[in-house]
């Protein structure tokens, strides 16, 4: 049975504890973490373990964890909130090409093609050599550069050696491909047992017109931007684009080199053909005035990414109140726009001329009105007499006036 699922058609899958994944406690420090992190990884590696599904969801399970944990910001949200806090299904795995398979090798290339954030993990084979020390290791003096051929899925290492002086002064390695292979550029920690433990991995960018990579030791915290941090949230809210656009910066777990020597190394990550590319390492002293302009770039944009965390609540609120009002505006119109259509069709039944209907068969229609006086002077005969009689005597006295003529 594969691990945090319950028996059962039914039930529901069960998320384990993401410290009890790693087996690290809730107090373990970022190196703890690490450390377990890599062990579990090696160990459930999927080059390791060809067809056993077990293991490679447990793979799956052991890099969720870690993406998780070890990024502050999402530490923190699940250890106050839980998984509710987290986006479920912006599970953010590795992929290792060398298991994919030819037909699935072919649609992860597309979709890296189109533009889709394809993040791929280091062969296992890789990983065990240099954790053995059996890896081919070759000089990279400061202020030269070589460039080579790397295989996919295999890697070139180099040695970094640095004295007091170039080791305050800061130290910069960088990696570039004119022919704009794809790549990452690794760091790799001297081990308790003689081998060498990868401690950075810095995915190439396409830059121009070629890939490039970089590592900084400047002795201040230095940061990487991770674009595919919340891709699925910025996916579903737009806006989120701007919001999240800076949560995607990420501390880099190395800030400065001590004197010695010290392991890199160029690994192909192409998907099916060698990676070109050109390696040198230099010394930040010939960089001071870009360094110091980082730095603070660098402060101002972290004040900037926490103030835009509390932007993005009064944004969100003055949204919502903004979508609430122009809801009401609409509502407030329809009902105005009815008022005003019934109150045009009481003024139109004053103003137009009623319609003539019949009543019962004595020919009177509601059209038509009697004046009172036609009233009285049909119902009331006796008003009538009396009115003819006053008629006829001021005539009588008219006739009977005295016309003769004096002599």
């Not at 994919?100 to 280091?122: E, Q």
Request: charged share 30%; net charge negative.
């Amino acid at each position: 049975m594969s691990p945090g699922k319950i028996e059962g058609s039914s039930a529901p899958p069960r998320r384990r504890d993401l410290y009890e994944v790693l087996s690290v406690s809730r107090d373990s420090s970022d190196q703890e973490i690490k450390t377990a992190y890599r062990k579990l990884a090696l160990k459930y590696h999927p080059d390791k373990n060809v067809g056993n599904p077990e293991a490679s969801e447990l793979f799956k399970e052991v890099a969720y964890s870690y993406s998780i944990l070890s990024d502050p910001e999402k530490r923190r949200q699940y250890d106050t909130a839980g998984f509710e806090a987290l986006e479920a299904n912006g599970m953010d795995v590795e992929i290792d090409l060398s298991n994919l398979g030819t037909v699935n090798t072919m649609f992860a290339a597309l979709f890296s093609k189109l533009g889709v954030p394809i993040k791929t993990t280091i062969s296992a084979t890789v990983l065990e050599e240099a954790l053995n020390g059996t890896v081919t290791v070759r000089p990279l003096p400061l202020g030269t550069s070589v460039s080579g051929k790397v295989d996919k899925q295999c890697a070139h290492f180099y040695s970094v050696t640095i004295n007091d002086e170039q080791a305050q002064a800061g130290i910069v390695v960088r990696a570039t491909s004119s022919s704009q292979s794809k790549f990452k550029l690794l760091y790799f920690e001297q081990d308790a047992s003689g081998g060498y433990d990868l401690a950075i991995q810095e995915e190439s960018e396409k830059t121009g017109k070629v890939t490039s990579a970089g590592l900084y030791f400047l002795h201040f915290q230095v940061y990487k931007m991770d674009s595919s941090t919340n891709a699925l949230a910025m996916a579903k809210d737009p806006e989120a684009a701007f919001f999240k656009r800076l949560e995607g910066l990420q501390p880099c777990e190395v800030s400065e080199l001590k004197p010695g020597t010290h392991i890199f190394a160029v690994y192909g990550d192409n998907f099916f053909k060698t990676a070109s590319y050109t390696i040198e390492a230099l010394c930040a002293r010939s960089f001071e005035d870009a360094t110091e302009k980082l730095k603070e770039i660098e402060a101002q944009i972290l004040r900037k990414r926490n103030d835009l965390r509390e932007f993005e609540i009064e944004y969100r609120k003055a949204l919502a109140r903004f979508q609430e009002v122009t809801n009401r505006y609409s509502q407030e119109k329809q009902i105005v726009d009815e008022l005003l259509k019934q109150r045009d069709s009481i003024h139109s039944s004053f103003t137009t001329e009623p319609t003539v209907t019949s009543v019962g068969n004595g020919g009177s229609t509601s059209g038509s009105c009697k004046a009172p006086d036609d009233e009285n002077s049909i119902d009331s005969p006796t008003e009538d007499n009396t009115s003819d009689a006053r008629d006829r005597s001021i005539k009588k006295r008219w006739f009977n006036l005295n016309l003769s003529k004096k002599g």
